[in-house]
């Protein structure tokens, strides 16, 4: 057993934990952070991914001893009260059906819009291919991030982008 | 840059979107395009996934699996395993063979079908790598995990069967060596005239040899199973990742011998099935049976790799088809055979795949003679089962891509000879070959549509100039109009194809005193949004807020009744059923509303949640108003019970039929192989919409799963029956990168068979986009010589085709429409 101290969504955990422990596994059964889930174990899905310090990162490709100091967020601690950007528009544009990828999609969003805040349709797709979803196609997660970008980076979305939740036609001015 | 690139998606995606735009009917609800009452917990971590559930004193089970596609167990010993630190069980399938049962099939297509026995835990014989042979009950997953390699098992390995056609041969290993045989079942259909009479009269005939490749259904989320005992009272608690609660609860009852009042089911947040989860699984009959031994509450959860061995697998048939026509193109008769992999056991609907796909080969076209036989064949590999589609898929592919064949042996334009053939609007309802009824459908406006959207003329043109040029990048156009059925399904038809179980759907309606409503539906969703819908199906009858419907599903306990959510039908029948009950809970209230309001009942009117008396507008009173005064209960009618809470169980009385067009364009580089899809639109006629937000979304991820066959995804198995492709590293699951932006449209054509009109829109995606990819694919390559490819049409595949033992195959010029041809052509690279 090694000791461990991690800061994960704003509190501080001390455990010992089994060395070959992944960080996946001390998230969910260790501090019953269960908001990330597990979708493969060949990190190819990216279900899983979080942020350690700031950078996203699949937390099953990382053993808990070497998250050891680090400070950690999940998607349960990624907004406080109001949601992030990137949270408000996976909902507006329909950016997920079962939810399952949806952690991991909106983390890795956060962390890619943190290195390009305007980036293209292409550069999103080639962004997220770390994080695969089985149920979107995709096209309403690009939508979505691009959406957030706009907003992230204090801009109007464009006119006739958003197809608002209690507008009965379908489409805002 | 970027600016103009994502204003120009995003005003694409309105463009060719007016049905979004469109006024939503009935009471303002239906067609809008709410966001989803799902996602907040789902955007926020606060998702209660099967592996979420921690209970106190919680076990972990894991299960030792079969590393031989085939063999015979001598021994197993699990001692060593028990000695562990933190291993409380461990039991052989002989251990458990008295308790455990047999997994169910509740499909036998034929009266002669092979059945063989299912055991959760092979007894004497492994028959698939991954087949389950021993498990281990430990404190925690990793201890479990070490317990299985403690475990001894001493096989003797028996030959592999891997090849459809070889196990069917004389003297082929057998994988049931009792049973005598490999062959499952042949299953014959034919309707109209002779087809060998009418296949004489014809002036082309095709055949083709398509394969169904095997694919991995991989719902993002895992199988996993906790089973909470009370031993004492021999009652259980069963979560499950599954899209069947309601069928798992009477199976897990069937197969262990537990009283089905004694076992209740909850499907809690399931992440994606796509058929995966539409079955009843080796690992909840066991994680049941052990927590019943042991009086633990024990968890199961698959790892993926696991998964793509112990979870079924979809499709995997050799499709021979054989279309005759005259030389104006006209279809005359239709022939196909089918070889269906079974795998190594039956698994719930393993049979009854292929025979759905039966009736869908005919699809949208007329003609005089049609004749199938389907045989399935066991095999030492997974279990193949319902994937997305199930069976319209390989149907749809088969027919689609032979009318391109035909097209090509004709010189006719493939639209063209589609035209020709397809039931025309006005002739509907139509009765098709196979005997559905095709209530509603509108071919001609959907291809219109498409054809606009897609700019056929100038992508001809392209296409024609890099064929003149030789162009090292060609571009390909490939067409798939279908129809499928959807809204499983009458019970009555069912039954006379020997399904085990009806197709009808549970509702109910709850009226609240402060005017709330619960809605539990038997419909069972992980994924779709049924939350979302049904509420909006209710709050537009009731004239509620769509913010004061909450929506109960997937508890035996809460939902006690229903047949849950595969085969597109949530919508067509769950959601029906919803509707039908609102109009119970209306007369309810309007027998109140009228004895409140001093009328007589056929004077009270409703509407907009409020009743009224027609000619005195002031006397009024809202459906919350009545609820109140229901559940008060102080002044009701005599004899009148004090509830307005109704039931409906919806038996679909048919089929529906979405249809649509779907066109791809594709760029095949001919010096790698390599396909990029340039273009793709689809107009999809699923009848109303409820959510035009849901909707197409779905349509989305159906495109993603079709086009992932054609291109990307094989599960494969190796000479010994070893499956190479057993983890996300081999199989290829298309990221967003290898996938294109979809250009969607709708129209129309609202189902007759139902009162809402609606059509189901879960696997129209995924039916009609692997034909129309490959076919682009095909259409690309024909002036090479090619006239098919298997799937999926990977580079490494094109290049090949390409360049027959290394040498670079040259283009014979154009492809003219024009010159007809009497011969029987057949498939491959000529």
């Not at chain 1, 079962?98 to 952690?103: D, I, L, N, Q, V």
């Not at chain 2, 089973?227 to 899209?243: C, F, G, L, N």
């Not at chain 2, 537990?258 to 009843?280: C, M, Q, T, Y």
Request: aromatic share 6%; hydrophobic share 40%.
């Amino acid at each position: 057993m090694t000791r461990v101290s991690m800061k994960v969504d704003g509190v501080v955990y001390e455990d010992d934990v089994e060395p070959r422990r992944l960080l996946t596994h001390h998230l969910r059964d260790g501090l019953g952070r269960v908001g990330t889930p597990i979708g493969c174990d060949t990190s190819n899905c990216g279900a899983c991914t979080v942020l350690i310090g700031g950078e996203s990162v699949k937390s099953c490709s990382v053993l808990a001893v070497q998250a050891d100091g680090e400070e950690i967020t999940t998607i349960q601690g990624l907004s406080d009260g109001d949601w992030h950007p990137v949270q408000k528009a996976f909902q507006q544009h329909h950016g997920l059906q079962c939810g399952y990828c949806t952690p991991g999609m909106i983390l890795a969003t956060v962390d890619l819009l943190k290195n390009n805040p305007s980036p293209t349709e292409e550069e999103v797709r080639h962004g997220l291919e770390g994080n695969l979803c089985r149920c979107t196609g995709y096209q309403n997660i690009v939508k979505a991030v691009l959406s957030a970008a706009a907003e992230m980076r204090g801009e109007q979305p464009h006119p006739g982008s958003f197809r608002d939740a209690d507008d009965k036609t379908g489409v805002s001015a | 840059m970027t600016e103009e690139l994502d204003a120009g998606m995003l005003a694409t995606e309105i463009a060719e979107h007016p049905d979004a735009l469109s006024a939503p009917y009935g009471g303002g609800e239906l067609g809008r395009g709410r966001r989803r009452k799902e996602d907040a917990k789902l955007v926020t971590g606060q998702t209660n996934w099967t592996d979420n559930i921690t209970l106190p004193g919680l076990l972990h089970m894991a299960v030792l699996r079969s590393p031989m596609a085939h063999a015979r167990i001598v021994s197993v010993d699990v001692s060593a395993a028990l000695e562990m630190p933190g291993v409380i069980a461990a039991y052989s399938g002989a251990d458990l063979a008295a308790e455990d049962g047999a997994l169910p099939c509740a499909w036998p297509v034929t009266p002669d079908m092979v059945h063989p026995d299912h055991k959760p835990l092979a007894v004497d014989e492994v028959r698939h790598v991954g087949d389950g042979v021993a498990v281990v009950i430990a404190r925690d997953r990793y201890t479990a995990a070490d317990a299985l390699e403690a475990i001894s098992v001493e096989y003797d390995q028996l030959p592999a069967v891997v090849d459809m056609e070889a196990a069917l041969a004389e003297g082929s290993p057998l994988v049931h060596s009792d049973k005598g045989t490999n062959k499952c079942f042949t299953w014959p259909f034919a309707a109209g005239d002779d087809y060998e009479a009418t296949r004489a009269k014809a002036d082309v005939v095709v055949t083709r040899r398509f394969r169904q490749q095997r694919v991995l259904p991989t719902a993002m989320e895992p199988r996993g199973v906790v089973v909470a005992p009370i031993a004492a009272a021999d009652e259980y608690t069963v979560y499950s990742a599954t899209q069947i609660p309601h069928i798992l609860r009477v199976m897990l009852a069937l197969v262990t011998g537990i009283g089905e009042h004694k076992i209740r089911v909850i499907a809690p947040d399931v992440g994606g099935g796509f058929g995966s989860k539409l079955n009843v699984y080796a690992e909840e009959v066991l994680a049941l049976v052990v927590a019943r031994k042991l009086g633990r509450p024990i968890k199961w959860t698959e790892s993926r790799s696991e998964g793509y061995q112990a979870t079924i697998h979809g499709r995997d048939q050799i499709q021979d088809i054989e279309v005759s026509a005259t030389k104006d193109g006209k279809l005359l008769g239709l022939k196909v055979e089918l070889l269906a992999d079974m795998g190594a056991y039956l698994q719930l609907v393993t049979p009854g795949v292929p025979i759905l796909g039966a009736f869908m080969f005919p699809s949208i076209y007329k003609m005089d003679s049609y004749t199938f036989s389907c045989t399935g064949v066991f095999t030492t590999k997974t279990p193949t089962d319902a994937y997305r589609g199930a069976g319209r898929p390989e149907a749809t592919y088969a027919i689609e891509r032979i009318m391109d064949e035909l097209a090509a042996e004709l010189g006719m334009d493939p639209l063209e000879l589609r035209r020709r053939n397809w039931i025309k609007h006005e002739e509907f309802p139509f009765d098709s070959i196979c005997g559905l009824t095709y209530d509603s459908g509108n071919y001609e406006a959907a291809t219109a549509k498409a054809e606009q959207m897609f700019d056929m003329t100038a992508l001809r043109r392209e296409q024609a100039e890099r064929r003149e040029r030789k162009d090292p990048i060609q571009l390909g156009i490939g067409i798939s109009t279908f129809t499928e059925m959807c809204g499983l399904a009458p019970s009555r038809v069912l039954g006379s194809l020997s399904y085990g179980a009806g197709g009808w759907e549970a509702a109910q309606i709850r009226m609240l005193p402060t005017g709330k409503v619960e809605v539990v539906s038997g419909a069972t969703p992980h994924g779709q949004g049924h939350h979302t819908s049904w509420s909006q199906i209710v709050a537009d009858a009731l004239g509620v807020p769509f913010e004061d419907v909450e929506v109960i599903t997937g508890d035996t306990d809460s939902s006690p009744k229903g047949m849950d959510t595969y085969g597109s039908r949530s919508l067509v029948v769950g959601g029906v059923a919803i509707h039908k009950a609102t109009g119970k809970v209306i007369e309810k209230a309007r027998r109140i509303a009228a004895h409140l309001l001093e009328a007589a009942e056929g004077d009270v009117e409703f509407h907009g949640g409020t009743f009224s008396v027609k000619g005195s507008p002031e006397a009024k009173l809202s459906i919350q108003e009545i609820a109140l005064a229901t559940f008060a209960a102080h002044n009701l009618p005599d004899g009148m019970e004090p509830t307005l809470d109704s039931d409906y169980v919806y038996d679909p009385e048919n089929f529906s039929f979405p249809h649509g067009t779907h066109l791809c364009a594709v760029e095949i580089d001919t010096e790698t192989g390599f396909t990029k899809i340039r273009k793709y639109v689809c107009v999809d006629d699923i009848g109303k919409i409820i959510n035009p937000v849901i909707v197409e979304g779905q349509v989305h991820g159906g495109l993603a799963q079709g086009i992932a066959q054609a291109l990307y995804e094989e599960a494969i198995y190796d000479a010994e029956g070893n499956l190479t492709t057993g983890t996300m590293v081999d199989y290829l699951i298309p990221s967003a990168a290898d996938l294109p932006h979809f250009d969607t449209g709708r129209t129309e054509t609202p189902a007759t068979s139902n009162p809402l009109g609606v059509k189901g829109v879960g696997e129209a995606g995924t039916i009609a986009s692997t034909p129309a990819v490959v076919n682009a694919v095909v259409d690309a390559l024909r002036p090479f010589g090619i006239n098919d490819i298997d799937m999926p049409a990977s580079p490494e595949r094109v290049w090949r085709l390409l360049h027959p033992g290394g040498q670079r195959r040259e283009a014979s010029g154009t492809v003219a429409y024009g010159g007809v041809s009497t011969s029987t052509t057949s498939g491959g690279a000529a």
